[in-house]
Nanobody
Framework: QEHVVESGGGLVQAGESLRLSCLAY????????MGWFRQAPGKEREGVSC????????YYADSVRGRFTVSRDNAKNTLYLQMNNLKPEDTAMYFC?????????????????????WGQGTHVNVSS
């Protein structure tokens, strides 16, 4: 049964960095785009980033562009999110998910409907 497991969250101060990982099980990891999402208390889940199957195409939310970097290692079935210069507004539960296709749709990559096989999430807490 395919599933993904996130790790790497924690409590950090503003300006510090974290790297999240997402390990995929039971799926052909290199055949799908992968996405990162986050959800803060009382807010809707929002798209953070998407990466195509090859890693050559990436998309970012405006709020994280220039601070976050998504990458993947298909040989290790692992997705990463390097988060630098973290801000208190980045505090949220972070989720990874498998895309429906091998590419990130330019106009809809941030829609949760374009993904399945969601993980349980890893919490990121950034203090000011």
């Amino acid at each position: 049964q395919e599933h993904v497991v996130e790790s790497g969250g924690g409590l950090v101060q503003a300006g510090e960095s974290l790297r999240l990982s997402c390990l995929a099980y039971g799926l052909s990891f290199d055949e799908y785009a992968m996405g990162w999402f986050r959800q803060a208390p009382g807010k809707e889940r929002e798209g953070v980033s998407c990466i195509s199957w090859s890693g050559k195409t990436t998309y970012y939310a405006d709020s994280v562009r220039g601070r976050f970097t998504v990458s993947r290692d298909n040989a290790k079935n692992t997705l990463y999110l390097q988060m630098n210069n973290l801000k208190p507004e980045d505090t949220a539960m972070y989720f990874c998910a498998k895309g429906t296709y091998d590419f990130c749709a330019p106009s809809s990559w941030s829609s949760t409907r374009k993904y399945n096989s969601w993980g349980q999430g890893t919490h990121v807490n950034v203090s000011s």
